[in-house]
C-alpha cells in the first residue's frame, strides 16, 4: 500500500505544539527510537509515514513533492518556494508559531515613520554618499516584492542568516526586516517597526503538495485526515 508522507518538525517548541494540534483531532503522533534519532509513528490515521524535518527543509520537500504534507511557517513557504500557491496548497492556518516579519529602523531615525519616508530617506542617502541603503535579512523576495510594490529603489539587500538586529550597531546595515513575535529584541537593539512596515503576519500552516505522487490511496488517506482534522480537501 502506497503511504502518505507527512512532515513535521524535528525538534523544538514547534513541534511540540504540532503534535498537540494533532492529538485534539484524535491523531496520535509519537517520537521513536532514541533521543536524538529522527523517527516517529503517526496513528489513529492508517497509511502516514511520519518525516521529521527541519522548519526551513520542509518548504523544499513540499515543493519537490517528496512528502504529501508538510506543517512549517508561512513565511518559509512564501519565501522560498517562488509561485508558491501553484506548487502547494494551504489546508489550514493552525494558529500557533505566529511571527510578524517586518521593517524596523534605528529608533533615533525620528522622522522616518512610514514606508514613504523611508523611501525619501533612501534617495536622500545615495544622493549624498551614492551608496544605497542597506536592509538586513534572509528574506530576500519578501523584502523585494513588498519595498519594489511600494517603490522604493535606493537600497540593497545585505544577507543576515542570524543575529539581524544586531547589525544597524554593527554597521552592516542601515535598517533591517526580519521575523518578530513581541518586539523586544527590536527594542532592545534601539530598533522601530515602520507603522506600515508589516510584510506578512506569519503562523504555523499546514501544507499539501501539488507536485507529490497523489494516488488513489494516498487520495484515500488525504480523505481520512482532512475528514478527522475537520478540514476540506484541497484540489490537487
Known sequence: MSRLKLGLPSKGRLQGQCIAWFHDRGIAIERSGAEREYAGTVSGVDGVDLVLLSASEIPRELAAGRIHLGITGQDLVHETIPGWEGRVSQLAALGFGRADLVIAVPSIWVDVESVEDLDAVAADFRARHGLRLRVATKYHHLVRDF?????????????????????????????IADITSTGETLRANHLRVLEDGLILASEAALFAARAAAWGPEERETLATLCARMGLSEPAL
Request: glycine residues 10%; positive net charge; charged residues 30%.
Open 147 to 175: 519595498l519594489r510594490k511600494r517603490g522604493v529603489a535606493d537600497y540593497r539587500i545585505v544577507d543576515s542568516q542570524g543575529a539581524t538586529e544586531g547589525t544597524v550597531k554593527n554597521l552592516t546595515a542601515e535598517l
